[in-house]
Nanobody, 114 residues
Framework: QVQLVESGGGLVQAGGSLRLSCAASGIMIRIRIMGWYRQAPGKQRELVASIASDGWTNYADSVKGRFTISRDNAKNSVYLQMNSLKSEDTAVYYC????????WGQGTQVTVNS
């Protein structure tokens, strides 16, 4: 059974940091292009960071220089280190495969107080 479980969210003050984790089961992330998405209230889900099987990374302009995506193939997990958080980063964060998406997990809520 394919499952993505996101964790690590929480409430943080502006300027703070959080590290999100995405544990995958039923799929091998090492052969996939994995991404972190977020969805703020009233807005569409957007891609904020992605990492390819060769380690190549890409970021949305809004998070470039603040967020870092990484992967641990041995743990079949993807991570998102978020620094210098802003109130506009408040959203539910999800992970998924960019090109062959699977069922979405429940996500993890990130709330940044200004």
């Amino acid at each position: 059974q394919v499952q993505l479980v996101e964790s690590g969210g929480g409430l943080v003050q502006a300027g703070g940091s959080l590290r999100l984790s995405c544990a995958a089961s039923g799929i091998m992330i090492r052969i996939r292009i994995m991404g972190w998405y977020r969805q703020a209230p009233g807005k569409q889900r957007e891609l904020v960071a992605s990492i390819a099987s060769d380690g190549w990374t890409n970021y949305a302009d809004s998070v470039k220089g603040r967020f870092t995506i990484s992967r641990d193939n041995a743990k079949n997990s993807v991570y998102l280190q978020m620094n210098s958080l802003k109130s506009e980063d408040t959203a539910v964060y999800y992970c998924n495969d960019l090109s062959r998406p699977v069922s979405w997990g429940q996500g993890t809520q990130v709330t940044v107080n200004s």
